[in-house]
């Protein structure tokens, strides 16, 4: 599959999650740092969506470890936090 066709993919997986939390965490993630990853990194995402959302919530705010599988920039970045949107 093409890159284009793997990202559009992709942003649809992480959009459409079945909660809307979960939906601004992972889609948010994916909008601010997908366009930049390399084929690995995709690759640790795509894993990374076949999880539970409430054990990709957790991983992000801290409050449980997460696998050894998806320490790394992608698991650093997903903790920032800083990509959720807020409605003002």
């Not at 601010?32 to 795509?46: I, K, N, P, Y």
């Not at 076949?50 to 990709?56: F, N, R, S």
């Not at 919530?57 to 050894?68: E, K, R």
């Not at 990509?83 to 003002?88: F, K, L, T």
């Amino acid at each position: 599959m093409d890159r284009e066709t793997r990202l559009k993919r992709l942003h649809y997986r992480a959009h459409h999650r079945g909660t809307k939390e979960a939906d601004l965490l992972i889609g948010g993630f994916f909008d601010t740092h997908g366009v930049g990853w390399s084929d690995d990194e995709m690759a640790l995402f795509e894993a990374l969506l076949e999880e539970q959302d409430v054990d990709i919530m957790a991983w992000a705010m801290g409050t449980q470890a997460a696998p050894a599988q998806y320490e790394g920039s992608i698991l650093a970045a997903l903790k920032t936090l800083n990509y959720v949107p807020i409605a003002r």
